[in-house]
């Protein structure tokens, strides 16, 4: 989820606690317990830093080991031996508990997005994105909202929030059956569809659609039942030559290969550089596929400039690319 959607429900934990009658009992454990809740909910997005350096780190990295399983024990422990020596005098014991559940909420509903997370780790390092809810979720976001709201006008903050979170469960259902039921759609429209990539977006009605067959790449859009094909791509394998070997071992083209589920391949002759393109169809926006990898190589192989991650316009890309060389 966004961050402010993580803040949000940092303070919807922190108020859900006071139905733990230990949390309940002093000032000093609801606050202590409360600021906990709100850390442990943005936690684990720390590695969000790593665009710092660039974004192959970002990509390959971000929502990995951070959201593991190993990290949530991690994240938990130290937010709440940091709360304890900002209140001392807290119980300890239900401050990790409630620190347990902001960090496992987090890497939890971070599963639900298109981007999905490494939660597996190290059981297994499969990205784990099931699609159903948007990055930012207008409706989980506002009935957080109005549950803070509630509580700053004196009602009861764990009644509120664990009736909230009730709603919040049928919603995620709810996206379920509408996530299959597009699935479906897929299907009839294309029975031969050997991965079927269903996205939820910003409207509650309308759906990404990324779909691989046999021999074709298709990418579209559905509203409710109803399915819009607007590109339909030539399956390719990339081909085994000396060009894509190179290719793959830049960096940023790496971090997109390990990244990508869905992707096709450009190849272009210039004058002085071959350039190489891996282009991500899960994200096609106003006709345009703006999760990139793109390299650019010598005659002779070596790498003279490369980029991967989210660019909406040639210019722009060119101008990045410009930046990497420089």
Known sequence: MDTATHVVMGFAIGGLATLDPVVA???????????????????????TFLKLRNNAVYIRN??????????????????????????????LAHLWIWSLVAVSLHVFVDIFNAYGT????????????LGMINTFDPYIFGIHVVGIVIWLLGGDPGYTFLVM???????????????????SAVLKTLPDADRIIVASTMYFNQWRIAVTTKDHYYVGRAYRRSLTIFDKFKRIPVPDTEIFRAAKKDKNVSAFLSFSPIYRWEVKRHEDFTEVRFIDLRYRSNGHYPFVAIVKLTDDLEIITSYTGWVYSEEKLRKKLRVATD
Do not use: C
């Open 25 to 47: 009992e002093t000032t000093v454990n609801s606050q202590s317990v409360l600021v906990a809740a709100i850390i442990g909910s943005q936690i684990p997005d720390i590695d």
């Open 62 to 91: 971000h929502r990995g080991i951070t959201h593991s399983l190993p990290a949530v024990l991690f994240w938990s422990i130290l937010v709440a031996f940091f709360v304890n020596l900002i209140f001392p005098g807290s119980n």
């Open 118 to 129: 490494q939660a597996l780790r190290p059981l297994s390092s499969k990205w784990v994105a």
């Open 165 to 183: 979170y009730v709603v919040i469960a049928f919603y995620y259902i709810l996206r379920y059956v509408m996530q299959q039921m597009v699935r």
